[in-house]
């Protein structure tokens, strides 16, 4: 199984990055796929996260309004719009897998993770 997480880089707050996150080698056909993030010094917190469907989306509150997350099942592929950005925002930002299709905020359902990818943040 991999996952490969892209679309990092640095960005002025105010400013719009996408990410994507392309899997491969699943067993599982039905999948939900979340995104999380470490900043510097913390801890790894959820973002969004998407079911396999797409009709179930989650969003931590400090993104919401400025995240979309969404899927194209044909291409293995889930992206994160991030609009507005702000400094808070700058971290490594994680793709991670739950083959049970639960969709939940809590990084231990999910089994599998891409390496991430770096999001800057100037202010």
């Known amino acids: 199984v991999q996952l490969q997480a892209s679309g990092g880089g640095l960005v002025q707050a105010g400013g719009s990055l996408r990410l994507a996150c392309v899997a491969s080698g699943l067993t599982s056909s039905r999948y939900a796929t979340g995104w999380f993030r470490q900043a510097p010094g913390k801890e790894r917190e959820f973002v969004a996260s998407?079911?396999?469907?797409?009709?179930?989306?989650y969003y931590a509150d400090s993104v919401k309004g400025r995240f979309t997350i969404s899927r194209d099942n044909a291409k293995n592929t889930v992206f994160l719009q991030m609009n507005s950005l702000k400094f808070e925002d700058t971290a490594v930002y994680y793709c991670?897998?739950?083959?049970?299709?639960?969709?939940?905020?809590?990084?231990?359902?999910?089994?599998?993770w891409g390496q991430g990818t770096l999001v800057t943040v100037s202010s």
């Open positions: 998407i079911s396999w469907s797409g009709v179930r989306t």
């Open positions: 991670a897998v739950d083959e049970h299709n639960s969709a939940l905020s809590r990084s231990t359902a999910y089994e599998y």
